[in-house]
């Protein structure tokens, strides 16, 4: 198979005129839809070296992804393809748009107008087999001051969780969609929030009102973005083969 | 690297390369690694431990 006409697809966007996307991705159209594609070298993936993803190639080549979805998103509603999406040419790119158009424009019409926001808490305990200065106590002074100890953990950790849970309930009310994400350990919240443009200063007021509770009882709370709805658009665009 | 870093990276990459709409059929090209990647990728979120 010749390599010469591989397409990396970015993006599935509005059919636009003059969308302004920098020196070398176009917009590949069909009726009021494209795809953002840009021409690829196979060879540039062959880079990636999975056990150095922080700073390595694949880093890099995530964050090149991101700049080109980011200059479309600035300007049009866009749904993001997932990275590697590399087709086989602007006839492949066109028959994708046919294909699937309906299911391209309901989830782009869904997503128009609305931004991403990441909501991450995490609350790391001190480990309860810490032991308390024992030194002059009796041991049933040491039981008691165990004990406290405990109680007193217990309750923080209740408190953590008592206003993380209250801080997602006030920001799925500013959003129109939310998605959990992986939770390494520590983590209690780490979850995705799909804000419209006119509900974003309601979603950060709530933030910030519960972060100060949550910060007060001992946890780290953060925001990421805005995003390009990444986590929104999970979707599966089946071409199936030609007949 | 800073965990800071470490975890914008981790939250980067979770999107780019793990969200997104899928395209699937004979338009597209299957690079070799992606999967891989997938896999090594959970492994590094398992490890952000703060």
């Known amino acids: 198979m010749s390599t010469r006409d591989w397409l990396c697809a970015y993006a599935i966007t509005r059919n636009r005129d003059g969308l302004d996307l920098g020196p070398a991705p176009r917009l590949v159209g069909y009726r009021d839809l494209g795809v953002v594609v840009s021409e690829v070298s196979p060879a540039r993936f062959d880079r990636i070296d999975t056990l150095d993803q922080v700073d390595g190639a694949l880093a890099e080549l995530a964050r090149e992804h991101d700049a080109v979805v980011r200059a479309v998103f600035r300007h049009e509603p866009v749904l993001p ?8 040419g602007e006839a492949s790119v ?3 748009l046919e294909v699937a158009y309906d299911q391209a424009r309901d989830c782009l019409d869904e997503v128009e107008g609305h931004r991403e926001w990441g909501v991450r808490v995490r609350h790391v305990e001190p480990a309860a087999t810490t032991r308390p200065d024992t030194a002059g106590l009796t041991g049933t002074q040491y039981l008691v001051r165990r004990r406290e100890r405990l109680k007193a953990l217990q309750q923080a950790r209740e408190d953590v969780v008592g206003a993380a849970g209250r801080l997602q309930d006030a920001l799925r009310r500013h959003a129109a969609d939310s998605i959990e994400r992986a939770r390494p350990h520590g983590v209690l919240v780490n979850t995705a929030y799909l804000v419209e443009a006119g509900r974003e ?5 709530e933030f910030e009102w519960f972060a100060r509770e949550l910060r007060a009882a001992g946890a780290t709370v953060e925001t990421s973005g805005p995003w390009p709805p990444y986590s929104f658009t999970d979707v599966e665009l089946g071409v199936p083969a030609d007949g | 690297m800073a965990d800071a870093a470490v975890e914008s990276v981790a939250d980067l990459l979770d999107r780019v390369v793990h969200r997104g709409a899928v395209v699937t059929g004979d338009v597209i090209i299957s690079l070799a690694g992606i999967d891989l990647v997938r896999l090594d990728l959970r492994l590094l979120l398992l490890g952000l431990d703060g």
């Open chain 1, 81 to 88: 393809l997932r990275f590697g999406t590399v087709l086989d």
């Open chain 1, 94 to 96: 066109k028959r994708l």
């Open chain 1, 201 to 205: 200063a309601a979603f950060h007021a």
